[in-house]
């Protein structure tokens, strides 16, 4: 894909920054069991838990993710 289509599709995305609170923090630790054999590390569930607490989208590439179950959290894999 070229920088220009793949630029179009991340503004069409409108990625805000959000703060790793205490919140954000605590549901990262909630996350460790139910991801503990699926190899996803604690940046991987950081992001997830930000999304649950923040009611907002995860976009990653880790085809991986396909296989958490995690339906609290809206997940969607870019490739």
Request: proline share 3%; with cysteine; net charge negative.
């Amino acid at each position: 894909m070229s920088v220009v289509t793949a630029r179009g599709y991340v503004n069409e995305l409108e990625p805000i920054d959000l703060p790793f609170d205490v919140e954000t923090c605590d549901a990262t630790a909630q996350l460790e069991h139910r991801t503990r054999n699926t190899g996803a590390s604690f940046v991987d569930r950081s992001r997830i838990a930000t999304g649950i607490v923040h009611d907002s989208l995860v976009v990653s590439t880790d085809r991986d993710w396909a296989k958490l179950d995690i339906a609290e959290a809206d997940i969607r894999l870019v490739r």
